[in-house]
């Protein structure tokens, strides 16, 4: 997996490795283990700005890292967000128009 902005995460460290080989886990992918993360987050859209929250306690150790991990940043905006915003705005746009 990737940044946003399409930079590749850091790999896991081997003790992670091992751990996740242990349990099953390792397929899943480096921030996936059973969705709990991804079920985590509620959205509040105003008409100046959309606002993501985890209620997950771990969601920033993974955005920003901590001193014994690298980040992994999983939220944030691209050039490929903003073109499908574009497009998602024009399809809801042209629909209201008819």
Do not use: C, H
Not at 36 to 50: A, I
Not at 55 to 72: C, E, H, I, V
């Amino acid at each position: 997996k990737s940044t946003p902005e399409g930079r590749r995460w850091s790999p896991w460290s081997f003790s992670t490795m091992i751990k996740r080989q242990k349990d099953g886990t390792a397929g899943r992918g480096l921030l996936f283990i059973n969705g709990d993360l991804s079920r985590s987050f509620t959205f509040k859209v105003s008409r100046r700005k959309l606002q993501a929250r985890s209620k997950s306690g771990y969601a920033k150790y993974l955005q920003f890292g901590t001193p014994d991990m690298p980040a992994r940043p999983f939220l944030g905006w691209s050039k490929k967000s903003n073109k499908i915003l574009k497009m998602e705005f024009g399809k809801r746009i042209r629909k209201a128009w008819k």
